[in-house]
């Protein structure tokens, strides 16, 4: 058996905001109570559509901020940059020697990303995934608390797993490592683990203010169309009182949340808020109007939202401090990592 431990990573590009809160961060401490947990700032991953950003630094900081803000303690578990273990890029360069070309162009976000000019995408960006892979395996993580767009590339990286531990079996058994497991039916002896996805709740995907058939995303050019982990509680009064919605009352039963993905979008984030199904706020709320479920909403998410920006300012004022619980989680991560690629590079034969 492998031992259960959870990895995951957000990306240092733009603000966080209310979905990486609620699809992942949030995930991020839950999982911490009972779990070996690493939690990675994935720089790496942040020059694959752009190589130079302003204030790179800064923004692994503010990452870095918003996990301990919301809960993550360092002491316990890891936190780090991903530019700081040089052995999540090896283990990435034999991935991309283990994945198949054809893989890596069905990626839905690669097609996102990449936009009509395919040929003009950076290699990085087609090759995201393998560095994805390699973060996960490098520890030999088990599981790995995402939102649900990130879903195909944990397939992805389960493949990779696999196809590395069938193609060495033998060089993983002469290496004296490796764990004997069953995959379907199949006995093999492995030395990757098939990682499990941790999506759930009520917000897998939280949807944009502006438009709820789009995810709320960094890249969206509309500020207006998501909450910042940074914003003040003016700013978010004003987003959640301009977020579209439909002219009807809330509805007393979900069935009547279909067709209404504005509407479904707010419930769901005031249910994720709260720790509540959609059923209980419509229970609630069923009936009345927006006019009467925004305030509300306003106030839950300032209520929730403003000590984790007070708290994240105030570490963003001690930069000494956050770059010392990262250079001590990179030193942890690495000791980690390196004992992987010792037997990984033993596997291979190098
Ligand atoms: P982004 O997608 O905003 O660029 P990242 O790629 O760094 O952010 O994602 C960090 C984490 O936040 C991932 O686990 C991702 O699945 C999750 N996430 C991002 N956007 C959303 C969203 N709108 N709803 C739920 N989870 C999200
Ligand atoms: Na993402």
Redesign the pocket.
């Known amino acids: 058996e492998f031992k259960p431990l959870v990895f ?1 990573g ?2 240092p ?1 733009g603000n966080l ?1 209310l ?2 809160y ?3 961060i949030r995930k991020f401490v839950a999982l911490q109570e009972e779990n070996d947990c690493i939690y990675c700032v994935v720089d790496l991953h942040s020059i694959t559509a752009q190589l130079v950003h302003d204030d790179l630094r800064g923004q692994i900081r503010s990452i870095a901020a918003a996990f301990i803000a919301s809960g993550i303690d360092p002491e316990k578990h890891i936190v780090f940059n991903q530019s700081a273990v040089p052995q999540h890029a090896e283990l990435a360069w034999i991935f991309n020697c283990v994945a198949r070309i054809g893989w890596m162009n069905r990626m839905t976000q690669f097609k996102d990303k990449a936009g009509k000019d395919r040929e003009n995408a950076s290699l990085g960006l087609l090759a995201y995934p393998s560095l994805m892979a390699a973060d996960i395996l490098v520890y030999r993580a088990t599981h790995v608390p ?2 649900d ?2 879903k195909q590339h944990l397939e992805l990286t389960r493949d990779i797993a696999q196809k590395f531990n069938i193609d060495f079996q033998d060089h993983i058994r002469q290496a004296g490592v490796g764990v004997d497991i069953v995959v379907g039916e199949e006995p093999i002896h492995a030395y990757f683990p098939p990682v499990e996805p941790l999506i759930g709740g009520a ?5 944009s203010l502006r438009d709820g058939t789009k ?5 969206d050019p509309s500020d207006l169309s998501r909450i910042n982990l940074m914003d003040d509680a003016e700013t978010i009064a004003k987003k959640i009182r301009k977020a579209k919605t439909d002219p009807d009352a809330l509805p007393s039963e979900v069935e009547g949340l279909q067709g209404r993905p504005e509407a479904d979008n707010l419930v769901g984030i005031f249910a994720a808020l709260t720790d509540k199904s959609k059923e209980d706020v419509l229970t609630d709320f069923g009936g009345q109007q927006f006019s009467v479920f925004k305030p509300a909403l306003i106030e839950l998410a300032v209520s929730v939202l403003s000590p984790i920006t007070d708290e994240m300012r105030r570490l963003m004022g001690d930069t000494s401090h956050i770059d010392a619980i990262l250079r001590k989680g990179g030193e942890r991560a690495r000791a980690r990592a390196e004992k992987t690629m010792k037997e990984v590079r033993d596997i291979i034969g190098f």
């Open positions: 995951s957000v990306q590009t905001h979905g990486n609620l699809g992942a995402v939102g767009d990130q917000t897998t995907r939280v949807m995810k709320m995303s960094k890249s």
